[in-house]
């Protein structure tokens, strides 16, 4: 049997006005053995059947199939589409017209499940979000409810409690300031402002900024062994000092007391530098891993909201090196420490 699948609509008209015409013919010739009467009778039929079998596939089968790929693409038709309707599409065989139909089918079925991953996102930083407001404005209304229900009048009370609520403040003035930050990042407002500079001296500034934080915890600041040779990076040093404040301030967190923090810097191929900062901390369970990154997420909620911070941070040290064009990423056993990593342009002439 013939593989008619592919066959345009051509080809299949020829085919069932072949199959149409020879019977005919040859029961003509067998009534009548006149070969040249049997020949005219198989190609008026043919053509005869070829025309009407074409019209009636263009017409009623194809009329359908433009149909159907006008709702595919949803534009209403330019001059070059409707060229193409007319004369290119009725070129196609059904299983041309059906791979394109399965092929868009496959993108929208893709398009449809990042649109529920997007929305479960979406609800999940919502009720983060909702979490993190209400947190500290409840606790600031429940310290002016009581100052203004009487202790305002006790000295030792309303200080205390003044001192809480601007604490709180803070906390709200830093989680807004973050949301601002990664909005701008998200949405490439925040200019880059790239420079060559030593990364082994803004390690240490950071180092230095933070030391009181490290001491703290009786934790130490150092910089590995064997990484001290100065390597140049072409990058926003001032949001790279940010990325290196917040991984910094994490691993100071949740590290342990008489722990150590260690950077380590490393040349790969000329063109690249990796900055490590690691400690050796209760580390990162391996589930939480690939969402460590996203807004709000955090791998223990009661412990990461005593500790403080607006979980925004990692998020933030995400979107500033992948506007640089650079990846971030991390290493962590329970028990054993975490590393976070990412690479920056060398040095540029």
Known sequence: MLPTKNFSPQQLSALTAFCL???????????????????????????????????????????KIKLIYKLIYQTKASKREEFYYKNILPQKSIDEV??????????????????????????????????????????IQGYVDTLLNGALEKPEVNRKFLSSTSRNIDRLVNLL???????????????????????????????????????????????????????????????????????????????????????????????LILIEIGDDGAGIAEEHLKRIFERFYRTDQARSRKIGGSGLGLAICKHIIEAHGQTIHVRSSLDVGSTFGFTLESKKD
């Not at 150092?222 to 040093?237: H, Q, R, Y």
Request: glycine share 4%; net charge neutral; aromatic share 12%.
């Open 21 to 63: 015409s020879a019977p005919i013919a040859a029961a003509l010739y067998y009534f009548k053995p006149v070969w040249w009467i049997a020949l005219i009778t198989l190609l008026v039929v043919f053509l005869g059947s070829f025309a009407l079998i074409l019209f009636m596939v263009q017409r009623f089968i194809y009329r």
């Open 177 to 271: 300031n973050d949301l601002d930050e990664i909005s701008k990042l998200e949405s490439g407002e925040q200019l880059l402002y790239k420079e060559n500079f030593i990364i082994q001296d803004l390690i240490k500034e950071v180092y230095e900024t933070l030391s009181i934080k490290a001491e703290e915890n009786s934790i130490r600041l150092i910089i590995k062994k064997g990484c001290e040779v100065p390597l140049s990076v072409f990058a926003d040093k001032e949001k790279i000092r940010q990325v290196l404040i917040n991984l910094v301030e994490n691993a100071i967190k949740y590290g342990k007391k008489n722990g150590t923090i260690e950077a380590s810097v490393y040349k790969i191929d000329g063109k």
């Open 98 to 139: 059906r791979e394109d139909v399965e092929k868009w089918a496959e993108q929208r079925k893709a398009e449809i499940e990042l649109l529920k991953k997007n929305e479960a996102f979406r609800k999940e930083f919502l009720q983060n979000l909702s979490h993190e407001l209400k947190t500290p404005i409840f606790a």
